[in-house]
């Protein structure tokens, strides 16, 4: 074939060859959108949140002020209004570190294993969110209440649980205790297994596994559990009324007496007691999104990161083994078959 064929073949073909329209890059998104209609939208979720968050929020400082900083000051420091402030953070405090400890165990064994009765246990984990608050009291109360399966022998022992801070305890820890499991679960499933498989390779044990491999990596989503867990907990009202008794200055949380003073008309005082309870609210919002911020980003870090990216390091690897790790002495602790390691 001769030069000028070639040119001429080549030409032809450039001018059959189908050219993209000037406009293709401007052509709007078929999913978005018109700028009305998301004008609109956007205006109906911010009046929605002005209406039924904001306002009621400015209500209750509003409120709590209306008669002077001072009576504000002095409602705060009655001594029923200290004494349920003091028994609603020593529930928090015993409530929120078992349920750390239990949800960090349930998520481990959920997310890291496969055993027989795992979807049990997933399902018993939800079960608070599923039943009332009232129904959970009650459950307490007709097992450790005087004509409960286990009153008689409380009460010749002299142990009380109901109308006491040990009901209290009981009936929070139930309502609060899916938080920190659900937050994790999701989490450890996401990130796999395969950094704890190459930490027990290099010889490390089940607890330096837990501690420097898998701790650190759920840092973020245990945090924004237990903040969770910690809000449910001072704030719970229906099944600690149920199991407390309403004995002012002894059995009364937070929530509580908020309800007495409103019931005895004293609007002010109870304002004042529940502004508390904004005030914790928003300061668990700014850590709550905090939190999420930074588990969001982990999640998507171990969502991009590919499953054979390279060599794990594990950090500091001096704690598990030495750096020089021969494939002699891993098949000599590990026996495996050629390949699978």
Known sequence: MSHDSVKRAGAAAVAVAPRAPLNAARRPDPVTEPPVVRWVL????????????????????????????????????????LSAIKLTVITAAIAVPLNLVFGLAASWCIAKFEFRGKALLTTLIDLPFSVSPVISGLIYVLMFGAQGWFGPWLQDHNVQIIFAVPGIVLATIFVTFPFVARELIPLMQAQGNDEEEAAHVLGASGWQIFRRVTLPNVKWGLLYGVILCNARAMGEFGAVSVVSGHIRGQTDTMPLHVEILYNEYNFSAAFAVASVLALLALVTLGLKLLAERHMSAELSAARDVPACAGPVTLTPASQFTSQSVNATHVSQQHPLKQGEL
């Open 42 to 81: 956007t205006g109906v979720a911010l009046l929605f949140l002005a209406l039924f968050l904001v306002v009621p929020l400015v209500a209750v400082f509003y409120q709590a002020l209306a008669k002077g900083i001072g009576f504000y000051l002095e409602s705060l420091a009655d001594p029923d209004a």
